[in-house]
């Protein structure tokens, strides 16, 4: 069964840092396009970050250039969202997602992805 698993999210002050886990099942991490999305409250589901298939080429979106960072470790089956100088505006349920299709390259658009987490919180205080 193809199963993606988020953890660690939580509440963080201003200025902190979290780090997600994404640990994946039931199919070959480095041969999927993996992303990080999030969704406010009231608001659309946005991507974050993402890394490709096998190159670990990596997109992201402007808001957190500079303050966050994905990685994967095969061996673990497992992707990481290190979310560094946090603000009010990054609270949101974090969603793993992967595409199906292998691609050396990504995009953050969450049309793009087909096997999703359930969801992890994240909240940050002023």
């Known amino acids: 069964q193809v199963q993606l698993v988020e953890s660690g999210g939580g509440l963080v002050q201003s200025g902190g840092s979290l780090r997600l886990s994404c640990a994946a099942s039931?199919?070959?991490?480095?041969?999927?396009?993996i992303a990080w999305l999030r969704q406010a409250p009231g608001k659309e589901r946005e991507g974050v970050l993402c890394?490709?298939?096998?190159?670990?080429?990596?997109n992201y979106t402007d808001s957190v250039k500079g303050r966050f960072a994905i990685s994967r470790d095969n061996a673990k089956s497992t992707v990481y969202l290190q979310m560094n100088a946090l603000r009010p505006e990054d609270t949101a349920i974090y969603y793993c997602a992967a595409k199906s299709a292998p691609s050396i390259r990504c995009t953050i658009h969450p049309r793009e992805y087909d096997i999703w987490g359930q969801g992890t919180q994240v909240t940050v205080s002023s």
């Open positions: 890394i490709s298939s096998f190159t670990n080429n990596v």
């Open positions: 039931g199919f070959t991490l480095d041969r999927h396009v």
